[in-house]
């Protein structure tokens, strides 16, 4: 039989109001409240029970998709389905551990770096966070290690190989344009792959950079699969989806696909039901057999060793990018909508400003911190488990990591300082660069992590950095004349969301 993987990357970017908490209401998303509500709608909840109807409509029973394929979710999305929809986030949950029982011991649900940031991005110190953090929001709510780290884009470069590497996970999956070249073993000839040939029916090994001999192995999925699933209508019947598996079998014998999760229901309506039936039936009667990666490795380890591409200018490459990882960079001529003679140049000095922020935050985060804490940086690292758990005690935390019992005034900057992180490492969610505009809602939400640092900022009575930022700001130009630049779409909509602002229009108007 073939052995048949599909893995399905459930995301969205983190909605809430950083004062408040909770999600305002979002444009375009009716009838439903805001996004992640109509995405749940239309795709997590059916996909954790989707009907399976037989003769006269009856329903013949119910599947849990997440028991069949592997799959990984966002934690700022885990966060907000285990408060909003507990019933889906159970069934999630309990997939995982259905798939640990029938699978060898290898569970379908995979980690995800925190915040979905561009890891060949990040700073050394930011992409170490993202990876801690998002092993550690595993680790708390699946129960048990992860093998897998999902990298959001499959943006990736050698740095970010490494990392995984340190941290212990087992494999990773990318597309298959960001294989360089292979060779066997002991072997000094290497074969380029850079045209995105490469085999995706094996594992493959990728050697720590350090010369010790550590490896992860590497899926590269099939990228013809992929495409006829996310954009060709594939999903338009179950026989059509095994047929697009049937064709990815002849190149080999392993099928292993990977997409974005919302397409199974979002993207593409009753996906969810295809997919059910797929995998229920019609792909085990033509002769696939359903597994997942952990799986499939401990039977067919990786051999050959790749080397990845690291992209044109060097910085990386990914799924979605031509360029690399351009799209959240810089005007390279990828994007999603938009009109005709719209460019992306403001995504350059929107991530200039950023880092800019976070430069200044972590530079008073280093000065302050030193003062409270034994290791800042550590101290962050570890403080997930605050988020984690709002009922821990923040005393203790404190404690643990200054080496000492702090006052209460040193105890307010500690988490002041540990907030602003927080807000530091969600204003580099992917979304923000991603669509056409700066002025679109994905856009605005980073642009609010960084009002609340600048508020934080003000808290802590430290200078701030609200007018050069303001000046980066106004480099990136917006396509809509009336939106003006970065820094007014800023003015407009990042900083009326704050609690203060609320506070002040609401004392005007009583």
């Not at 940031?117 to 550690?136: C, H």
Request: glycine share 8%; hydrophobic share 40%.
């Amino acid at each position: 039989m073939t052995a048949l993987i599909l893995h399905g990357h459930f995301y969205q970017p983190p909605r809430e109001n950083p004062w408040t908490g909770n999600v305002d209401r979002e444009f375009g998303a009716d009838p439903y409240h805001d996004w992640n509500e109509r995405i749940h709608a239309e795709c997590y909840a059916p996909n954790a029970q989707a009907q399976i109807s037989g003769a006269e409509k009856r329903v013949e029973r119910t599947v849990n998709n997440y028991e069949k394929i592997s799959f990984n979710f966002g934690p700022t999305l885990l966060a907000w389905l285990e408060r909003h929809h507990p019933r889906t986030y159970r069934r999630i949950l309990e997939a995982d551990l259905v798939s640990c029982k029938t699978r060898g011991g290898h569970g379908n649900a995979i980690a995800q770096a925190f915040g979905h940031a561009i890891l060949p991005l990040a700073n050394e110190q930011d992409r170490l966070t993202q990876v801690l953090w998002g092993v550690a929001d595993f680790r708390h709510r699946f129960g048990r290690e992860p093998e897998s780290l999902w990298l959001p884009e499959t943006a990736v470069d050698k740095r970010t190989l490494d990392l995984l590497i340190e941290q212990h996970l087992r494999f990773v999956i990318l597309a298959p344009t960001q294989a360089a070249r292979l060779k066997a073993s002991g072997s000094d000839e290497w074969k380029s792959v850079g045209d995105g040939s490469i085999d995706t029916s094996k594992a493959y090994r990728y050697l720590h950079q350090d010369g010790s001999g550590r490896s992860i192995a590497i899926f590269f999925y099939d990228g013809p699969a992929a495409r006829a699933i996310a954009f060709e209508n594939a999903l338009g019947s179950s026989e059509a989806l095994v047929a697009v598996f049937k064709r990815a079998a002849a190149r080999g014998p392993l099928v292993n696909v990977a997409t974005d999760g919302e397409t199974y229901g979002h993207h593409f309506k009753f996906g969810d039901l295809c997919l059910a039936h797929t995998l229920e039936f019609e792909a085990p009667d033509q002769g696939f057999s359903i597994t997942n990666y952990g799986q499939h490795l401990d039977q067919y380890p990786a051999e050959l060793e790749v080397q990845i591409s690291e992209g044109p200018d060097g910085g990386g490459s990914s799924w979605s990018c031509a360029h690399g990882v351009g799209r959240w960079l810089r005007d390279c001529g990828c994007h999603t909508g938009g009109e005709p003679g719209w460019n992306q140049a403001w995504r350059r000095p929107l991530r200039a400003a950023l880092n800019f922020l976070r430069d200044r935050a972590a530079g008073h985060f280093v000065t302050i911190g030193s003062e409270l804490f034994v290791d800042p940086w550590a101290a962050r690292n570890t403080s997930f488990e605050l988020i984690l758990d709002q009922q821990r005690s923040r005393e203790d935390f404190l404690h643990r990591q200054a080496g000492r019992w702090l006052s209460t005034t040193d105890q307010f900057r500690a988490l002041t300082l540990l907030e602003m992180q927080r807000y530091a490492l969600l204003m580099f969610t992917s979304c923000g660069w991603f669509f056409s505009d700066i002025s679109g809602i994905e856009t605005i939400q980073v642009m609010k992590y960084g009002a609340r640092i600048i508020e934080l900022l003000d808290e802590l009575g430290l200078p701030s950095p609200r007018g050069q930022f303001l000046e980066m700001l106004a480099e990136a130009g917006s396509n809509l004349k009336d939106k003006g630049t970065g820094a007014d779409v800023y003015r407009r909509y990042a900083e009326p969301a704050s609690v203060a602002a609320l506070q002040e229009a609401e004392a005007k108007f009583s």
